[in-house]
């Protein structure tokens, strides 16, 4: 049985910011792995998740739910942390990791909640 995920949500009145900090104790990220994490296709997965997620002739009864199975074919590939920051900032925000290997990480997703920010059109 895995340890809990934490969830803090910081939304004070006065915040400028809604900040979302996700925590997990799932033994966290190397630090020699930090500076790629936001490069796509970059994944610490097990080359087995990858082979799954990648199956194409996958059978749909395999499918139990999970985040590592053929029904999800982006688990595991590298595409969840860049394109989470890439929203982030499209809302005006922004997305952080903090890791402690052999730990956990804390995701942390500032989103500005003053709606006076301008789409960063290209």
Known sequence: VMPPIRVVIADGEMNEDVTIKVSDEGGGIPR???????????????PGVQRSAMNEGGDESDSGGSD???????????????????????????????????????????????????????
């Open 32 to 46: 020699s792995h930090m500076g790629r994490i936001w490069s796509y296709l970059f994944t610490t997965a097990d």
């Open 68 to 122: 590592f199975d053929t029904a999800s074919p982006l688990a595991g590939l590298g595409y969840g942390l860049p394109i989470s920051r890439a929203y982030c900032r499209y809302f005006g925000g922004d997305l952080s990791i903090m890791s402690m290997e052999g730990y956990g990480s804390d995701a942390f997703v500032h989103l500005s909640k003053l709606g006076n920010i301008d789409e960063p059109l290209p």
